[in-house]
Structures are given as structure tokens and as C-alpha cells.
């Protein structure tokens, strides 16, 4: 197992560092606090987000499903990396919280304190992430909250997302 989970984080750290860098001008997203979220960053504003200078910053990220036990497969499939400022990757997948019923989803997160405060407008720190499967994860849905009947979704093996995010004190 310990085999494994190297093996994928040294396949993951190799196609993270063929992504292309954050340096293009990109919209930024605003957050007004510290805390970045990793998808929020990565997928809804192209690795660039803002915070309020001053901010010790912490990179989260959550996973919510339907049925505490699809919830408890991803805790045991997947493998969460981290590098902050282009340091080692560190595996963080054991950091996740045990599943807490929201009264809609069984909702699981991660919070990492990177140990790094932009003190000024225009600091700025890289943070690396990727969330990875080591085997195929379906998720039920139920009908009554909103889920197709009988329509799963299946997350394949790999790489579910990842890449790098820079963080700018404003």
C-alpha cells in the first residue's frame, strides 16, 4: 500500500509539473479571509485567487455525497497532495475529517495551514494540489434531494483534479 500511494504521488508531482505555470494574466478570484479553496481556485479562476493582506493563508477543500458510505469510500481511495512555495510534496490525505451529516450530505474536509501570511498588497504564494483516486469511486444520489434515480456518477481512477494556484495579498 505504501508502494502504491509513492507510486501515485510521484505520478501526480510529474504531471503537475507539465502544467503550464500561473503566471498569465488571469481574472482572479476574491476571498476575503485566509482560507483558499483549492477547487474554487484551480477550477473557478484559472490559479489565481486574492486575499486581504495580512491573511495567514490555508488551503481547504471539501467532498460531500449522498450516502455515508460512498462518502467513507472516498476517504479510503483517495490520496490528497500539497506543496506550498514549490516545497516537497506532502501526502495530507490522512487529514481529512470524519464524515459529518449536513442534513443533505455526508460532507468530509481538509484544512491546511501553509505556516505562510501575506503581510502586504502584492505578496504572493504558489500552493500545488491534487486529489487522486486509487480506484474507481461511484456515488449514489437519491431522487428526493435532487439525484436521478438510478443515475450514478462515477469518478475513474487518476487524477480527479490538481495544479498549481497563486495566491496575491491585496
Do not use: K
Not at 482560507?35 to 484551480?42: D, G, P, R
Not at 483517495?78 to 442534513?103: C, E, F, H, K, R
Amino acid at each position: 500500500m505504501r508502494h502504491t500511494r509513492l507510486a501515485v504521488i510521484l505520478a501526480v508531482a510529474a504531471v503537475l509539473a507539465l502544467l503550464p505555470g500561473s503566471a498569465q494574466p488571469i481574472a482572479r478570484g476574491h476571498t476575503t479571509l485566509g482560507t483558499v479553496s483549492a477547487f474554487h481556485c484551480l477550477a473557478g479562476h484559472g490559479g489565481q485567487v486574492a486575499v486581504e493582506a495580512g491573511s495567514p493563508i490555508i488551503i481547504q477543500q471539501g467532498w460531500g455525497t449522498q450516502v455515508l458510505g460512498d462518502q467513507n469510500n472516498f476517504l479510503n481511495v483517495q490520496t490528497t497532495i500539497i506543496s506550498v512555495n514549490d516545497a516537497p510534496m506532502l501526502d495530507v490525505s490522512d487529514q481529512w475529517s470524519a464524515p459529518v451529516n449536513t442534513g443533505v450530505t455526508w460532507a468530509s474536509s481538509i484544512e491546511f495551514a501553509t505556516g505562510v501570511t501575506l503581510a502586504q498588497a502584492g505578496d504572493q504564494m504558489r500552493f500545488t494540489f491534487a486529489l487522486v483516486f486509487s480506484r474507481q469511486l461511484t456515488e449514489q444520489f437519491n431522487p428526493a434531494i435532487g439525484g436521478g434515480a438510478g443515475q450514478p456518477i462515477v469518478h475513474e481512477a487518476g487524477l480527479s483534479f490538481g495544479g498549481t494556484c497563486t495566491v496575491t495579498a491585496e
